[in-house]
């Protein structure tokens, strides 16, 4: 039987303590037929490790940004965990979960339908697929969308060096929502009346304060600036990935095992959100 999310208390790495596990075993039971259990093998043996414990130990990972070599003994071997993880992203498993979830909050009238809000957050990487050369360094640029009360709905993996107004449509059509949003709430980064244009074409109405260094007259409605007041939301989304380390730095050279675990950590913050009351 699986062990309850409040089993026991979090451990450290190398500690002897159970470590609680992310999903409570209502949310794992929302996702738990997307990821198939192994049949055991022909010729017996050890019973193969369960969906539930590869996916914690996966989830203890990018949690922690510990070594893989460092996985708690109670979770299964590193190496079973690992090819699970890479068997899973290829698949975009963790995508599909997520979008289960936050389809279902919107359905149960839990998504901010009205509004949007979207941001980028830099994270070193000196090489690999979508690693490009900024100010600060070599790096990866993580694109989140989210809705009005900051649930992640979407995001991307793109190389830091492309500005960020050109980034923004395709992370509106990666998006893992099935709803478009209305309003998109965005800082002077996406202040292109190009952009504008674009977006009201597919209904989605841009709020972002025009730079200070514009030449070409206002286009943007102030009267609609009191909404860009709640972009602290998608910032705290933001700060909120940052809490799982293994996106703080990004370790992973192949671009879906990173995207995997960005996809998980939206995975398991949308999974909170079925802790809300309605």
């Not at 990821?35 to 990972?61: L, V």
């Not at 070193?124 to 990866?140: A, M, S």
């Not at 989605?204 to 260094?213: C, R």
């Amino acid at each position: 039987s699986h062990r309850s999310h409040s089993a026991e208390a979090e451990s450290d790495v190398g500690s002897r303590m159970e470590p609680e596990f992310e999903l409570t075993d209502e949310q794992w039971d929302l996702i738990s037929d997307l990821f198939d259990n192994p049949p055991p093998s022909p010729q017996g043996g050890r019973p193969p490790a369960s969906a539930r414990e590869c996916f914690e130990a996966i989830a203890w990972i990018l949690r922690t940004g510990a070594r893989w070599r460092d996985l708690p003994p109670h979770f299964p071997s590193y190496v079973t965990c690992w090819r699970r993880l890479k068997k899973w992203t290829e698949s975009g498993l963790f995508k599909k979960a997520w979008a289960r979830l936050v389809n279902k909050l919107d359905r149960e009238g839990k998504i901010d339908r009205e509004q949007s809000m979207a941001d980028g957050s830099f994270h070193q990487q000196k090489k690999g697929p979508f690693v490009g050369k900024t100010k600060r360094g070599k790096g990866t640029k993580i694109m989140l969308l989210t809705d009005g009360h900051g649930t992640p709905c979407g995001n991307i993996i793109a190389s830091a060096s492309p500005h960020e107004v050109t980034l923004i449509e395709p992370l509106l059509a990666n998006r893992a929502i099935h709803r478009r949003p209305r309003t998109l709430i965005y800082d002077k980064a996406a202040d292109s009346d190009l952009l504008r244009t674009r977006l009201h074409r597919r209904g989605v109405d841009l709020i972002a304060p025009h730079k200070i260094n514009r030449v070409k007259p206002p286009t943007q409605d102030r009267r609609k600036f009191r909404r860009y007041k709640r972009r602290w939301k998608v910032e705290r989304s933001i700060s909120w990935l940052q809490n799982f380390r293994r996106l703080v730095t990004r370790y992973e050279f192949y671009h879906h095992l990173f995207q995997g675990f960005v996809n998980l950590a939206c995975l398991i913050n949308v999974a909170k959100g079925f802790e809300r009351p309605s």
